[in-house]
């Protein structure tokens, strides 16, 4: 794309725009954050003597609003050391300096009449070209564009951004007639490749597509309890994870997103769709218009459908509301014969089928959620978009749903729905057992399902053309979930290894959490095996929610408790050994971390060539918390690179310090960037893609780019520098402090000592140079010893068993 973004300008810095201006900074942008500036004095200003022309007073409600978005947690930036990206100013002496911005985005109030001064504003200091957008969730795109002038208009559009902004993925770009292409196209582009985003394009409708589904899904659901006479604790087991939808299910979020906020964008729908079939939908039932009468708005008011509170013991415990009463008592456990079936499902279609063959509640409740949404989706089409799988887009990136309505509906079966839908006994307002004509039309042309894998690539039914065309985009990802079928060249009960086409391969774990164990070490394995004799390259990524939870300490801790030691030992060896197979393999490895990478997932990414990781990954080695040391390399691979850093005496001190407090406070990474503070990643080793769905191409083009470069086998290091008795006596003092401070226990110290032993590389009476297996040997021994350890089996035990004692 030709257009350049360096600097961007957000006006109004509440919740929204405070988020919005630290993922800009996030992505390296320099970043203008204005607001109003206050009326008055605070009495704090007055005993100050500052004035009302005073710029720490002019800039209060920015620089406030900024201080509480970086203060929450989880944090809206990558890294404390890109808040100087951030400058804060105020509309009335600050507004001209949007002069030499590239991107205006308004995030002021929701209220027409004010967003129109602002753009007022914006025109007299705004440079022809510069794009502006507004982030509203529902005023009309082209209201605000009136009496604006044609540059204006050209480049002016809506980009709704949803909150939180760094972690939910979907942006939504809602154009007016006047928008140029090359502004849509811009923006599509640069949200996906440079925000992380999934970009879905919008009409300009009520709450455009995200907010137009999810509410009325979510409000449908409002009505249903009335029905069915369900409760609180009922519904949220039903549309939580076991529905393929977050944790927070529907009232939980309810409460987190705020009753009020829900109850507005459904007055805004109500007034503004008012030939919107289920328009009856948007009315509130009796019970939530009397929770908001009482200020029961969820999180921001202390309760809304749960309550946390104090009991008898001091602790805390949640309550939750009876929807009858309005009264909150504890919470039931719920019971489903359905629920308990999809628990052993993985896929997540195959459980759709399974949630909706079942015959007690939650089968009935499945049914009448989905038959009407799936009525109410096929009639939105053409209305707020012409391509029915940017709604799929908004729900899976907006809210969390594992499958978009129409994905859930392919899984049922598309044809032997309809009837279904006709014949439901649930009905809700506007519900008329029947779907939109195209829908019959798309079964009549011979296509069975709204979407097909074609050659690995998703194909959606274009309701124009009457066939099957590749999303945009598509061809560029590359998803295992489409290839699994075609490409896979060998596979166990833990590793599928797929062939990625250019000579490069995939090992992809697919265990419980992606843990490591047996099958996944034969994997790994397996892996460079062929990839060495056959292949290119070798990446190492999946497609789960997690990239790995680290090893599988469940078998750890049966063989320490058997006390089959030289199981153990093997099994230590075997995992060390594979993690060096990774780094001097024949062929360039890249990892492909994501989300949690912890323990031995944290240790293979350290040994890659290369690790091409997502922007939101969670790195650390965990393994003080389970009573050990690293023992996959981990510990080695530390020792290694604090080496590496050594310059002076002093240095020396410090660099071992901060690798061993990495260790020792088990520290996970809140970010990609963090990772890197923290020494898990190399300078010139690394690489960040900001968009999940991008990742794996992006590691796939990074082996390539290795082996096109005339990849050569790296020889392993013999030429470590560890401090011996020197560091030990550092390591020693400092955990016999902590330990008379009452800091750690008796275990931990024992812990950071077999640490330190093995980072300072043994009893050595000099600084002396040494080889990474005799790192290994030193890992290993320590890691059995520890191993041996009662408090450690007892910390294995508490985590496997949460909580349980340890029996004799």
Same mark, same amino acid.
């Given at each position: 794309?030709?257009?350049?973004?360096?600097?961007?300008?957000?006006?109004?810095?509440?919740?929204?725009?405070?988020?919005?201006?630290?993922?800009?900074?996030?992505?390296?942008?320099?970043?203008?954050?204005?607001?109003?500036?206050?009326?008055?004095?605070?009495?704090?200003?007055?005993?100050?003597?500052?004035?009302?022309?005073?710029?720490?007073?002019?800039?209060?409600?920015?620089?406030?609003?900024?201080?509480?978005?970086?203060?929450?947690?989880?944090?809206?930036?990558?890294?404390?050391?890109?808040?100087?990206?951030?400058?804060?100013?105020?509309?009335?002496?600050?507004?001209?300096?949007?002069?030499?911005?590239?991107?205006?985005?308004?995030?002021?109030?929701?209220?027409?009449?004010?967003?129109?001064?602002?753009?007022?504003?914006?025109?007299?200091?705004?440079?022809?070209?510069?794009?502006?957008?507004?982030?509203?969730?529902?005023?009309?795109?082209?209201?605000?564009? =009136?009496?604006?002038?044609?540059?204006?208009?050209?480049?002016?559009?809506?980009?709704?951004?949803?909150?939180?902004?760094?972690?939910?993925?979907?942006?939504?770009?809602?154009?007016?007639?006047?928008?140029?292409?090359?502004?849509?196209?811009?923006?599509?582009?640069?949200?996906?490749?440079?925000?992380?985003?999934?970009?879905?394009?919008?009409?300009?409708?009520?709450?455009?597509?995200?907010?137009?589904?999810?509410?009325?899904?979510?409000?449908?659901?409002?009505?249903?309890?009335?029905?069915?006479?369900?409760?609180?604790?009922?519904?949220?087991?039903?549309?939580?994870?076991?529905?393929?939808?977050?944790?927070?299910?529907?009232?939980?979020?309810?409460?987190?997103?705020?009753?009020?906020?829900?109850?507005?964008?459904?007055?805004?729908?109500?007034?503004?769709?008012?030939?919107?079939?289920?328009?009856?939908?948007?009315?509130?039932?009796?019970?939530?218009?009397?929770? $908001?009468?009482?200020?029961?708005?969820?999180?921001?008011?202390?309760?809304?459908?749960?309550?946390?509170?104090?009991?008898?013991?001091?602790?805390?415990?949640?309550?939750?509301?009876?929807?009858?009463?309005?009264?909150?008592?504890?919470?039931?456990?719920?019971?489903?014969?359905?629920?308990?079936?999809?628990?052993?499902?993985?896929?997540?279609?195959?459980?759709?089928?399974?949630?909706? =063959?079942?015959?007690?509640?939650?089968?009935?409740?499945?049914?009448?959620?989905?038959?009407?949404?799936?009525?109410?989706?096929?009639?939105?089409?053409?209305?707020?978009?012409?391509?029915?799988?940017?709604?799929?887009?908004?729900?899976?990136?907006?809210?969390?749903?594992? $499958?978009?309505?129409?994905?859930?509906?392919?899984?049922?079966?598309?044809?032997?729905?309809?009837?279904?839908?006709?014949?439901?006994?649930?009905?809700?307002?506007?519900?008329?057992?029947?779907?939109?004509?195209?829908?019959?039309?798309?079964?009549?042309?011979?296509?069975?399902?709204?979407?097909?894998?074609?050659?690995?690539?998703?194909?959606?039914?274009?309701?124009?053309?009457?066939?099957?065309?590749?999303?945009?985009?598509?061809?560029?990802?590359?998803?295992?979930?489409?290839?699994?079928?075609?490409?896979?060249?060998?596979?166990?009960?833990?590793?599928?290894?797929?062939?990625?086409?250019?000579?490069?391969?995939?090992?992809?774990?697919?265990?419980?959490?992606?843990?490591?164990?047996?099958?996944?070490?034969?994997?790994?394995?397996?892996?460079?095996?062929?990839?060495?004799?056959?292949?290119?390259?070798?990446?190492?990524?999946?497609?789960?929610?997690?990239?790995?939870?680290?090893?599988?300490?469940?078998?750890?801790?049966?063989?320490?408790?058997?006390?089959?030691?030289?199981?153990?030992?093997?099994?230590?060896?075997?995992?060390?050994?594979?993690?060096?197979?990774?780094?001097?393999?024949?062929?360039?490895?890249?990892?492909?971390?994501?989300? $949690?990478?912890?323990?031995?997932?944290?240790?293979?990414?350290?040994?890659?060539?290369?690790?091409?990781?997502?922007?939101?990954?969670?790195?650390? $080695?965990?393994?003080?918390?389970?009573?050990?040391?690293?023992?996959?390399?981990?510990?080695?691979?530390?020792?290694?690179?604090?080496?590496?850093?050594?310059?002076?005496?002093?240095?020396?001190?410090?660099?071992?310090?901060?690798?061993?407090?990495?260790?020792?406070?088990?520290?996970?990474?809140?970010?990609?960037?963090?990772?890197?503070?923290?020494?898990?990643?190399?300078?010139?080793?690394?690489?960040?893609?900001?968009?999940?769905?991008?990742?794996?191409?992006?590691?796939?083009?990074?082996?390539?780019?290795?082996?096109?470069?005339?990849?050569?086998?790296?020889?392993?290091?013999?030429?470590?520098?560890?401090?011996?008795?020197?560091?030990?006596?550092?390591?020693?003092?400092?955990?016999?402090?902590?330990?008379?401070?009452?800091?750690?226990?008796?275990?931990?110290?024992?812990?950071?000592?077999?640490?330190?032993?093995?980072?300072?590389?043994?009893?050595?009476?000099?600084?002396?140079?040494?080889?990474?297996?005799?790192?290994?040997?030193?890992?290993?021994?320590?890691?059995?010893?520890?191993?041996?350890?009662?408090?450690?089996?007892?910390?294995?035990?508490?985590?496997?068993?949460?909580?349980?004692?340890?029996?004799?």
């Amino acid at each position: 794309m030709s257009r350049n973004i360096k600097k961007v300008a957000v006006l109004g810095s509440g919740v929204m725009g405070s988020r919005i201006a630290c993922h800009f900074a996030n992505i390296g942008m320099e970043v203008l954050l204005l607001d109003i500036v206050p009326k008055e004095l605070l009495p704090q200003e007055e005993a100050k003597g500052l004035t009302l022309q005073s710029t720490a007073v002019r800039n209060r409600i920015v620089d406030l609003s900024l201080n509480t978005a970086l203060q929450t947690n989880p944090s809206p930036i990558y890294s404390k050391s890109y808040i100087p990206r951030i400058t804060t100013g105020n509309f009335d002496d600050n507004m001209k300096d949007i002069a030499s911005c590239d991107w205006i985005i308004e995030v002021v109030v929701e209220r027409l009449d004010i967003k129109k001064n602002v753009f007022e504003q914006v025109e007299k200091y705004r440079r022809e070209g510069t794009l502006i957008t507004s982030n509203t969730s529902g005023i009309p795109i082209h209201l605000m564009a =009136e009496n604006r002038s044609e540059d204006f208009k050209a480049h002016f559009c809506g980009t709704h951004f949803f909150n939180p902004p760094r972690y939910l993925e979907l942006l939504e770009i809602i154009p007016t007639s006047h928008t140029s292409k090359e502004v849509i196209d811009f923006l599509t582009h640069f949200g996906d490749k440079m925000l992380g985003k999934t970009v879905v394009l919008c009409k300009d409708t009520p709450a455009f597509i995200g907010n137009r589904i999810g509410v009325y899904s979510m409000l449908a659901i409002t009505h249903l309890v009335e029905k069915m006479e369900l409760s609180v604790e009922e519904v949220d087991k039903y549309t939580g994870p076991a529905m393929g939808h977050p944790k927070s299910a529907t009232f939980r979020t309810a409460d987190v997103v705020g009753l009020d906020t829900l109850a507005n964008v459904a007055k805004g729908l109500l007034q503004n769709a008012p030939e919107d079939e289920a328009n009856g939908i948007f009315h509130l039932p009796a019970y939530l218009d009397k929770m $908001l009468e009482n200020k029961w708005l969820g999180e921001k008011s202390k309760q809304g459908f749960y309550k946390k509170q104090k009991d008898a013991s001091g602790g805390s415990e949640i309550l939750v509301l009876d929807l009858k009463t309005l009264d909150y008592s504890g919470q039931d456990k719920v019971k489903s014969s359905t629920l308990e079936s999809t628990k052993a499902i993985d896929d997540i279609r195959k459980r759709m089928k399974v949630f909706e =063959e079942g015959e007690d509640k939650a089968g009935i409740f499945f049914r009448a959620m989905h038959y009407p949404l799936f009525e109410y989706v096929s009639r939105r089409v053409p209305e707020i978009t012409d391509d029915f799988y940017r709604i799929d887009d908004a729900m899976r990136a907006g809210f969390g749903w594992e $499958l978009g309505p129409f994905e859930v509906w392919d899984a049922l079966g598309v044809r032997a729905t309809l009837e279904k839908i006709k014949t439901e006994e649930k009905r809700l307002p506007g519900q008329q057992g029947e779907v939109a004509p195209w829908v019959h039309e798309m079964l009549a042309s011979g296509c069975e399902s709204f979407y097909k894998i074609v050659n690995g690539v998703k194909h959606y039914y274009d309701l124009t053309s009457k066939m099957y065309k590749p999303i945009p985009g598509a061809e560029d990802l590359i998803v295992l979930d489409h290839i699994r079928d075609t490409k896979t060249v060998w596979k166990n009960a833990g590793v599928t290894i797929a062939d990625l086409g250019d000579g490069i391969l995939n090992c992809e774990f697919h265990t419980k959490m992606n843990t490591i164990g047996g099958e996944v070490i034969q994997g790994i394995n397996k892996a460079i095996d062929l990839a060495e004799k056959e292949y290119r390259g070798l990446v190492i990524s999946n497609d789960g929610k997690n990239f790995s939870a680290g090893a599988n300490i469940g078998m750890i801790f049966m063989m320490a408790v058997e006390q089959e030691y030289d199981e153990l030992n093997m099994a230590v060896r075997t995992f060390q050994n594979t993690a060096m197979r990774i780094r001097y393999s024949a062929i360039p490895v890249v990892v492909a971390p994501f989300q $949690l990478t912890l323990g031995g997932g944290c240790e293979f990414s350290m040994h890659a060539d290369f690790v091409q990781l997502h922007a939101e990954t969670y790195m650390g $080695l965990v393994e003080f918390g389970v009573g050990v040391i690293p023992g996959g390399g981990g510990s080695k691979e530390f020792a290694l690179r604090a080496s590496d850093e050594y310059k002076s005496d002093q240095i020396v001190q410090n660099t071992l310090k901060d690798r061993f407090l990495t260790i020792g406070q088990a520290k996970v990474s809140t970010s990609a960037v963090e990772a890197a503070a923290l020494g898990y990643l190399q300078q010139g080793r690394y690489a960040i893609t900001m968009n999940r769905k991008r990742l794996l191409a992006d590691a796939k083009a990074k082996a390539l780019e290795l082996a096109d470069a005339g990849y050569v086998q790296p020889a392993p290091r013999h030429n470590i520098k560890v401090l011996g008795n020197q560091g030990l006596g550092i390591v020693y003092v400092g955990a016999s402090s902590m330990r008379a401070g009452n800091y750690i226990s008796d275990h931990d110290k024992k812990i950071s000592e077999k640490l330190g032993w093995v980072m300072c590389g043994g009893n050595l009476s000099s600084p002396t140079e040494v080889s990474e297996q005799y790192l290994l040997d030193l890992e290993r021994k320590a890691f059995l010893e520890l191993c041996a350890e009662r408090k450690t089996l007892e910390r294995i035990q508490h985590m496997l068993t949460k909580g349980k004692p340890l029996r004799n």
